[in-house]
């Protein structure tokens, strides 16, 4: 079972099962088509309802849904384990060092000492095995010391850069 979180406060479960597909318990009559990789248009209750997918980042997204946009969040099996354990609190919480997650190369850095940051928030690019790999912030922070410049080397677990 997936959760989709519509705005601050809507959340429906979504099912699959052997009979169909379940929201919020209730068996869905309607149909789906994908148009292609960003747009569907949804037949129920005769009428009919174009969703395109506007921006996405991970779990997270817009959509248009018939010239109406929502943000909507996912949160699948393993998400919604982890948030009744309370490991997606420490996601939320405040962001002390972002360390090398491998050896590296610095391409880019994208911020400034000062500089307020929010969850995902790109951070750095950095080069390992010929990929870039951007760096993005796991929490809320203000930079206080970038401890790299652009085209440094890194080793794993270095501190690149520390938050107030």
């Known amino acids: 079972m997936i959760e989709v979180q519509v705005g601050e406060t809507e959340i429906i479960s979504v099912e699959n099962k052997k009979e169909g597909v379940f929201l919020n318990n209730h068996a869905f009559d ?7 990789n960003n747009s569907y248009k949804i037949f129920k209750s005769n009428r009919i309802f174009r969703v395109d997918i ?9 959509l248009k849904i018939n010239d109406q946009i929502l943000d909507v969040k996912v949160t699948d099996h393993i ?77 794993k677990n270095q501190v690149l850069i520390s938050f107030e």
Do not use: F
């Open 30 to 36: 309607g149909e789906i088509i994908q148009i292609d």
């Open 79 to 155: 998400d919604q384990i982890l948030a009744k354990l309370g490991m997606d609190v420490a996601a939320s919480t405040a962001v002390k060092d972002i360390k090398a997650p491998m050896p590296g190369s610095i391409l880019n850095i994208i911020v400034n000492e000062g500089d307020e940051v929010n969850e995902g928030d790109k951070l750095l690019v950095l080069e390992a095995m010929k990929m870039e790999n951007v760096i993005k912030s796991p929490g809320i922070g203000t930079v206080s010391k970038i401890h790299v410049s652009e085209k440094d080397n890194v080793e």
């Open 54 to 62: 506007v921006e996405q980042d991970g779990k997270e997204m817009k």
